[in-house]
């Protein structure tokens, strides 16, 4: 959980907040003008305030009453009263940017399909549940980012599903721990996987052969998705959209570290270091892809 200095104003809670999380997503604000990066850090906020929400309130009526409170803040944020640090902080550049009020709202349905819902049968209901967490939020970004073709919103989307993939794989001892499963039903049976073997999350009873398939299936899934989504965008939109690339590549990263390590998520929380993350984020920038 970050920590927000007392008394910061709305800009400094919102860069505190961004910066606080550790995200990936935040070594690509660094490279952007101010206005952009004020609008992503603003937006990203708004996020990990929602997502902390279902991740650190055990009370699931608190919680739920909580993310009806920021659906009520979204309302009035954009009639114009907006009370909270984040909100305050994002209405003076939602117009500027294409930040809607539906936006804000798929994100709070996200994460109350998380208080709700501990278990996917398929592959569409997971694609579904990560519309709203990942590729909402990567329509968002792409438009502070810059854009110029409508193609550019479909990229967004699929990029988010990739990264949200990437995060499902990373997330399953995590998950595991508060009692969710993200793998969808349907293919734990095709490989075998008894969903008691993950919630357990220890050797030997969570890793087998059967385990190991099953995610790198999840990976070689993920990876096509990466792929998917760096042929929809547009070499017009490509330099604008070089925050998102940096993004691709951090996760992408992260996702061939879990690989090499023999998917080894049930027991811990792989990660990159930040110098490795700002190193890709540099070289992706000087790059350009």
């Known amino acids: 959980m970050s920590t927000v200095a007392p008394g910061a104003s709305p800009e400094q809670y919102v860069q505190q907040k961004a910066a606080g999380s550790g995200s990936s997503f935040y070594y690509a604000f660094l490279f952007l003008p101010p206005r952009r990066r004020a609008a992503i850090t603003a937006f ?21 009453t909580k993310l009806a409170w ?39 349905e996200g994460c109350e399909t998380d208080l709700t819902q501990t278990r996917f049968l398929d592959y569409p209901a997971l694609q579904r549940y990560c519309h709203l967490v990942a590729g909402v939020v990567g329509e968002v970004a792409a438009n502070i980012f810059g ?27 995590d ?17 075998d996987v008894k969903a008691h073997e993950l919630l357990r999350r220890e050797a030997p009873w969570g890793y087998s052969e059967r385990f190991t398939v099953l995610m790198r299936f999840q990976a070689e899934r993920a990876h096509a998705t990466f792929d998917e989504a760096l042929a929809l965008l547009p070499e017009a939109d490509r330099v604008a959209q070089k925050p ?4 691709a590549n951090i996760y992408r990263t992260l996702l061939r570290e879990i690989e090499s390590g023999g998917f080894a998520v049930l027991h811990q929380r792989i990660a990159l270091t930040p110098l490795r993350k700002l190193w890709i984020a540099t070289r992706t920038h000087l790059r350009g892809r």
């Open 70 to 108: 920021w659906r009520k803040e979204v309302g009035e944020a954009y009639a114009g009263r907006p009370s909270h640090p984040v909100t305050r902080a994002l209405m003076p550049l939602a117009a500027e940017f294409d930040i809607r009020a539906a936006h804000l709202l798929a994100v709070v």
């Open 244 to 247: 998102g690339l940096m993004m």
């Open 147 to 173: 854009r110029t073709q409508d193609t550019t919103v479909q990229y967004a989307h699929r990029l988010g599903l990739a990264m949200q993939l990437t995060n499902i794989i990373r997330d399953v001892g």
């Open 44 to 64: 990203y906020a708004f996020c990990r305030e929602v997502d902390d929400v279902v991740d650190e309130v055990s009370d699931p009526a608190v919680a739920a």
């Open 175 to 191: 998950d595991a721990r508060r009692g969710r499963i993200y793998l969808p039903l349907a293919e734990l049976q095709r490989f």
